[in-house]
């Protein structure tokens, strides 16, 4: 059974960072893309990143470009996403998703940036 | 960006009546392979969104049968032959096809 479990959110500053952090098992992970989707409160989900399975292709929506940055350990089965210059509209909970496709979904880590 | 455009936001069904929702994209999700990457999601209250047809028409594992998707191109529906208590919740159309990956604003199921 394919899981995910992402950890590492929390209250941060606005300016300040945090990293994201993706537990995955149950499939090959080195030979899928894995996804970052975050969701507003009471809005609906954005799309944020996609890292290939290799690491070296990545995506980024342009609401997040340049402020954060995507990574795997595929020795590990993890995921990350770095999440720098933090602003209040990136408040969201954070999902961690299989593929492009986004076939399967973890519960989710709360960032809430605020001062 | 490609623009994803459902209808109805609010969608209010009875039980075992059939439902159905649209979803219009502001160009062709072709991919240049040939496949079209559009998906369905359902977000019931208070749990993540879970896929629940890909690529246009094909039902995740699990997905009961009364769940159907068609479409191309550009327009899409989703099909509830026959509605249950457990389909309330918000529906999500989305295209994998053209980067930055991009979601429609969803549509709202809920009980008569």
């Known amino acids: 059974e394919v899981q995910l479990l992402e950890s590492g959110g929390g209250l941060v500053q606005p300016g300040g960072s945090l990293r994201l952090s993706c537990a995955a098992s149950g499939f090959t992970f080195s030979s899928r893309d894995m996804s970052w989707v975050r969701q507003a409160p009471g809005k609906g989900p954005e799309w944020v990143s996609t890292i290939g399975g290799s690491g070296i292709g990545t995506n980024y929506a342009d609401s997040v470009k340049g402020r954060f940055t995507v990574s795997r350990d595929n020795a590990n089965n993890m995921v990350y996403l770095h999440m720098n210059g933090l602003r209040a509209d990136d408040t969201a909970v954070y999902y961690c998703?299989?593929?492009?496709?986004?076939?399967?979904w973890g519960k989710g880590t709360t960032v809430t940036v605020s001062s | 960006d490609v623009v994803m455009t459902q209808s109805p936001l609010s969608l209010p069904v009875t039980l075992g009546q059939p439902a159905s929702i649209s979803c219009r994209s502001s160009q062709s999700l072709v991919h240049s392979d040939g496949t079209t990457y559009f998906s369905w999601f359902q977000q019931r209250p208070g749990q993540s969104p879970r896929r629940l047809i890909y690529r246009v028409s094909n039902r995740d594992s699990g997905v009961p049968d009364r769940f159907s998707g068609s479409g191309s191109g550009t327009d899409f529906t989703l099909k509830i032959s026959r509605v249950e208590a457990e389909d309330v919740g918000v529906y999500y159309c989305f295209q994998g096809t053209h980067w930055p990956l991009t979601f429609g604003q969803g549509t709202k199921v809920e009980m008569k």
């Open positions: 998703a299989k593929d492009r496709w986004l076939g399967v």
